[in-house]
């Protein structure tokens, strides 16, 4: 009887004992999982620092309304459009997301295909606009010029 009772123990214990050698292989296969991920990001450091990088121009910290301003009349002056109004409006922020909106209307005039140009220059620039609307209206007595309304947003990012 009391070698039964020795038995059943040894064998109590070695299934513990398995049983805490398989938790240490899970353990150990998460952890060279974990080890091969860091040595992948360390590989694709410079890789990663240079989107970044790219992502802080496309959303800043800061609105920098200045640079906007500048980039957006450098634009339309490479182009040969005369911009009449660039005005902001109320900002929208989305903390969920962690970005705000400066929505910002941008009224031109000049040829329909300096406005595509402009358009295009905005989709290829650093800054991420988003132009949501555009309404096209002829100008005066000037033939072939346009005045356009361009209802975009650019973005910033909140800092915690």
């Known amino acids: ?12 214990g070695a299934n513990s004992l398995r049983t805490a050698i398989e938790n240490e292989k899970v353990t150990l296969a998460q952890s060279e999982a974990l080890l091969q ?10 890789l990663y620092r ?11 910290e800061q609105p ?22 660039i005005r902001f409006d109320a900002r929208v922020a989305n903390a969920e997301i962690g970005y705000v909106q400066m929505p ?10 300096s406005l595509i140009q ?6 290829w620039s650093g800054r991420i606009y988003r132009v949501d609307q555009v309404n096209i209206n002829l100008a005066g007595e000037t033939r072939g010029a346009i005045n356009a309304v361009l ?8 800092v915690n």
Do not use: C, W
């Not at 040595?39 to 410079?46: C, L, S």
């Open 118 to 123: 402009m358009l295009d220059h905005l989709r």
């Open 104 to 113: 910002v209307a941008i009224t031109v005039e000049g040829s329909y295909s």
């Open 37 to 46: 991920q860091r040595r992948e990001y360390q590989a694709n450091a410079d």
């Open 1 to 12: 009887l009391i070698g039964l009772g020795l038995l059943l123990l040894q064998t109590s």
């Open 50 to 60: 240079e989107k970044t990088a790219k992502y802080q121009v496309m959303i800043p």
């Open 64 to 85: 920098q309304e200045e640079e906007i301003l500048r980039s957006l009349r450098l634009i339309a002056e490479e182009y040969e459009l005369s911009v009449q109004e």
């Open 151 to 158: 209802t975009a947003n650019v973005f910033y990012r909140t």
